[in-house]
């Protein structure tokens, strides 16, 4: 039976997905003293500082389900999503009623929708509350959350989100936070591409990279992503790179499939992802031009 509304602490978390942000996500719901249960998985980061602080290990989804009040998602994109929800012997088919399923995907809105109201059918309750910042965050339970879904629900989960999340934005209806989140990225992505086109030509035309960076931070290219880049531009110190190129390509696909679905104009966001694409099969291919070596960290992970 599960616990009731009020006692969140006692309910138990399954999580699926412990990568390098969803390691951090772990880490500190076990660290706040929510019971915790993980998904055996190849690509998982190593699991033994959970196991001693208490986390339990189970093989399968169907076993995951039947332990867990609560389950985060914490894979790569939407086909990762829907083959937990969807795929034989997966997490829709073991669902108890009144199992609160939290994306923190980053994933398709439409997508979201139809698995929400899947969730929703099969008895159980779901967000969307996908992540900005880095693995560095999530180790220190400070990502940012922007979260879809029922106000009620949110409200409830909201000290398990906390025990996680710096920031936590309610976004609205199901589907609305990972709108905004492809939207920051969107912007994030956007600002990288730009800057690493400009500090790439700067390279070429024998600008000092240091007075490069003291102009655009004193002007209009002040802000995060500079200062995200700056070391690289500066010192060819990429230690602080933790976001691919391929992430960045599946969050502007992901981006411009959004904006097409709603009749948004992706004029700009297309040329991005079309630079994000020729970076990636350049990397692919051996070729590492200019461009590509400072699009490594675009500011927002998974």
Do not use: W
Request: proline share 6%; glycine share 10%; aromatic share 4%.
């Amino acid at each position: 039976m599960h616990p009731t509304t009020g006692d969140i602490h006692m309910k138990t978390v399954g999580m699926i997905g412990i990568g390098m942000m969803g390691h951090g996500i772990a880490t500190n719901v076990v660290k706040h003293g929510h019971p915790l249960v993980v998904l055996a998985h190849p690509g998982n980061q190593p699991l033994d500082a959970l196991l001693t602080a208490g986390a339990r290990q189970v093989a399968t989804i169907p076993e995951l389900a039947a332990q867990a009040d609560i389950v985060i998602l914490c894979v790569t994109g939407t086909p990762e999503v829907e083959d937990v929800l969807f795929s034989q012997n997966a997490l829709l088919s073991a669902l108890r009623p009144g199992t609160v399923v939290i994306d923190c995907s980053t994933a398709i809105p439409s997508s979201t929708e139809r698995i929400a109201a899947a969730v929703h059918k099969a008895g159980g309750k779901f967000l969307d509350a996908p992540m900005t910042r880095t693995p560095k965050e999530a180790a220190e339970g400070r990502l940012n959350l922007i979260v879809g879904g029922d106000p009620a629900l949110y409200r409830e989960c909201l000290p398990l989100l906390q025990s996680f999340a710096e920031n936590i934005t309610f976004a609205g209806p199901v589907g609305s936070g990972h709108r905004l989140k492809l939207l920051h990225n969107f912007v994030s992505l956007g600002f990288s591409a730009v800057l690493a086109e400009a500090a790439a030509c700067a390279a070429r035309a024998d600008v000092n990279p240091e007075v490069l960076i003291d102009v655009l931070a004193k002007g209009g290219g002040a802000g995060v992503i500079l200062e995200r880049l700056r070391p690289f531009i500066e010192h060819g110190d990429g230690s602080g790179f933790r976001f691919t190129i391929a992430n960045a390509l599946k969050d502007m696909t992901y981006y411009d499939t959004m904006a097409r679905e709603i009749g948004a104009s992706h004029t700009t966001s297309t040329a991005i992802r079309e630079t994000y694409s020729g970076a990636y099969v350049q990397r692919a291919t051996g070729t590492v031009p200019e461009l590509v070596a400072l699009l490594a960290q675009p500011g927002s992970a998974q």
